[in-house]
């Protein structure tokens, strides 16, 4: 599972409310993502890390931002959550495999914006 | 138009039987991922493809670059094959661009 954690696992919380989702990993990689999983879209990026402090924008950021102040955490935060913003979010690291990247994913966070 | 297509969307099958689950794509890639996805689980990389053909165990993965098409069979299915497959380009290391996936059912 590359040592990937997210935390929550499960929230849910009311729309204006501000929001925080936690990726931890253990294993120093220097790249890190946050996507969101909604019915009939595939994974979106939201968010990506290149190293502490080092973040850029991905096709689905609005209402989102990132903070990463060590290595091992990557932290997604909703200012206000939406309902629209109600989906699974998953974290992911970028390795090497077989000569190429890949990316390793966490469990996932279920966030219901009511 | 998506530039990633998966068919088809869902699959049923019999325990046994061969299935073929299809992804094509429009744009120009140095990669493409099968993933697998259980529900209510995490997302697991089963093949990363850059050309010709790998195999694990019962799956195999094939690619096309000239014709920007990719299949993922599975042999002799069975139950615990039951997922969802989705497929995902790279267009460079940090970009990926992931198909809708295709729910698969074995039944026993």
């Known amino acids: 599972d590359a040592g990937i954690t997210q935390s929550p696992r499960h929230k849910v919380t009311e729309t204006g409310t501000p929001v925080t989702l936690r990726c931890h990993q253990t294993?120093?990689?220097?790249?890190m993502y946050w996507y969101r999983q909604d019915p009939g879209h595939g994974l979106r990026l939201i968010h990506y890390?290149?190293?502490?402090?080092?973040?850029d924008k991905g096709e689905v950021s609005d209402g989102y931002s990132v903070s990463r102040s060590k290595t091992e955490d990557f932290l997604l935060t909703l200012e206000s959550a939406t309902s629209s913003q109600t989906s699974v979010y998953f974290c992911?690291?970028?390795?090497?495999?077989?000569?190429?990247?890949?990316?390793?994913f966490g469990p996932g966070t279920r966030l219901t914006v009511t | 138009k998506n530039e990633v297509e998966q068919s088809p969307q869902n699959l049923t099958a019999q325990e046994g039987e061969f299935i073929t689950i299809n992804c094509s794509y429009s744009?120009?890639?140095?990669?493409l991922h099968w993933l697998q996805q259980h529900p209510g689980g995490g997302i697991v990389s089963l093949f990363m493809?850059?050309?010709g053909k790998k195999k694990h165990g019962r799956l195999i993965a094939t690619i096309n670059i000239q014709e920007k098409h990719s299949s993922l069979h599975i042999t002799a299915s069975h139950p615990r094959d039951s997922a969802v497959y989705i497929c995902?380009?790279?267009?460079?290391?940090?970009?990926?661009?992931f198909g809708t996936g295709t729910r698969l059912q074995v039944f026993p």
């Open positions: 493809l850059s050309s």
């Open positions: 992911a690291i970028r390795g090497l495999a077989g000569g190429g990247y890949e990316q390793y």
């Open positions: 890390s290149y190293g502490v402090k080092d973040t």
């Open positions: 294993e120093n990689h220097r790249y």
């Open positions: 744009v120009g890639i140095s990669a």
């Open positions: 995902a380009v790279a267009l460079g290391p940090d970009k990926l661009i």
